[in-house]
């Protein structure tokens, strides 16, 4: 499907690196628009613009009047991505100014706005900055980056605009996900990531979630609306902006803060892999290799199954998602552990996926099955981590939905 999508660019160095995603966004057979401030101007010029987006390109505010081009960009555009986007330009969206073309164009705008910013590392760090980006996270739009690298200067670290496929790939994916905001008001826990279990002040026991799907969900609940809180035991990806973030690293640790977390919540989605077992004792200075011979025994005991726990405390109105990682390679055998492992936890939903040596963990795509409490598939959903997080959310949306009503019939006052 074409698109017409609005791009504008503001006065950053990285405005030459938006003629790349402009570029992406024809090339893929978009109808692009490309709106730049007067900045981004004395950085990349407005005949590379139109030829580049085969479309004129506008900033005046007082052109066009009689066709009203404030708000006609706007109305018109599918997609609004801004890229790069300053501080300041971050500053005035937050706030909702319309000084200039790209401001009346986003505020006259339904469309999704998706935001690549670019800055220094103290700007994008600066208390002001961080307070409007997560405005406008709340108000739903989507941020992509800033990458870490090499800034402008000699200097290095976050603030940097992230590469133009991967701001294209955002954008174009927001556009294809559901625009609704059917989680706002709700407060959703989702925990991602791995745990460790120290053996002793450097080694511990791991395994090799990556935290992918579980940040993939709380970015997608965050974009819908929902408050959320993110346990995160040891990502190796990047927190997500505009969540509550808890970092823990042992199970213990993450018992305590979901069990914290998981008060009054809507739903809990345990997407972390939690340590089963962990070692009987920690060693308070590094285990010496010749201290136990040729081998060496670990005495293991049993974690506390946080999910199971939760699943037998009373826990009214709050949903419950488990997750079932497994290496049964028989479609139906997986399936029926999903379903037992949903009963042994007490679990309102469970989302049962294959993981193997190279399945799963890891990777940018999934595939999972989700099963609620008949036993029914409610779902199988298969794809990039954001779009299983988006059609787990779905689900959740669905289940949430279904149980206000409950309780409104049961209560109509
Ligand atoms: O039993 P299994 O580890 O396969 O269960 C997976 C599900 O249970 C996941 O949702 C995981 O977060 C949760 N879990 C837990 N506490 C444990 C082990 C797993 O909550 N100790």
Redo the contacts with the bound molecule.
């Keep these: 499907m074409t698109l017409n999508i609005v791009v504008g660019i503001t006065g950053g160095i990285a405005a030459y690196k938006a003629v790349g995603v402009v570029r992406a966004l024809v090339l893929a057979g978009h109808d692009v628009h490309v709106v730049p401030t007067e900045g981004a101007l004395r950085f990349v010029g407005r005949p590379t613009l139109e030829a580049i987006s085969r479309n004129p390109v506008h900033t005046d505010l007082y052109e066009g009047v009689a066709e009203v081009r404030h708000v006609a960009i706007g109305q018109a555009a599918d997609l609004i991505v801004i890229a790069p986007a300053t501080a300041n330009t971050i500053a005035k969206l937050a706030a909702g100014l319309a000084d200039d073309l790209l401001g009346n164009t986003v505020l006259a705008s339904e469309a999704p706005v998706v935001i690549a910013p670019a800055m220094h590392t103290e700007m994008w760090r600066n208390p002001a900055t961080q307070a409007n980006i997560a405005t406008l996270v709340e108000r739903g739009v989507t941020v992509v980056g800033p990458a870490v690298g090499q800034l402008t200067g000699t200097d290095s670290g976050p603030g940097r605009m992230e590469e133009p496929d991967v701001i294209v790939a955002a954008a174009l994916a927001r556009a294809a996900s559901p625009s609704t905001r059917d989680l706002a008001g709700r407060r959703i826990v989702v925990?991602a990531g791995g745990t460790r279990e120290p053996l002793d002040p450097v080694r511990f026991l791991g395994n090799r979630s990556s935290g992918k799907q579980g940040v993939a969900i709380a970015e997608a609940a965050r974009a819908r609306g929902a408050e959320v809180t993110l346990v995160a035991a040891n990502l190796e990806i990047a927190e997500p902006d505009g969540c509550d973030v808890r970092r823990v690293s042992s199970?213990l640790e993450l018992?305590a803060a979901v069990t914290d977390a998981a008060q009054g919540a809507d739903a809990v989605v345990?997407?972390?892999?939690?340590?089963?077992y962990r070692p009987a004792a920690v060693s308070e200075s590094k285990i010496k290799k010749d201290a136990s011979g040729d081998g060496l025994t670990l005495e293991l005991v049993r974690?506390?199954?946080?999910?199971?726990?939760?699943g037998a405390a009373p826990h009214d109105g709050t949903l419950l998602?488990?997750?079932?990682?497994?290496t049964e390679p028989d479609d139906e055998r997986l399936l029926e552990l999903g379903r037992s492992?949903r009963r042994?936890?007490g679990?309102d939903l469970l989302v049962v996926n294959r993981v193997g040596w190279s399945e799963g963990f890891a990777t940018d795509e999934n595939s999972v099955v989700v099963v609620d409490r008949d036993d029914t598939v409610v779902t199988r959903l298969h794809g990039t981590k954001t779009s299983v997080a988006d059609g787990i959310l779905d689900v959740v949306v669905s289940k949430l939905t279904s149980t206000t009503e409950r309780t409104k019939e049961a209560d109509p006052a």
């Design positions: 925990t199970a018992q345990m997407a972390a892999a939690v340590a089963d974690n506390p199954d946080i999910l199971a726990g939760l998602v488990g997750f079932a990682a497994e492992k042994a936890k679990a």
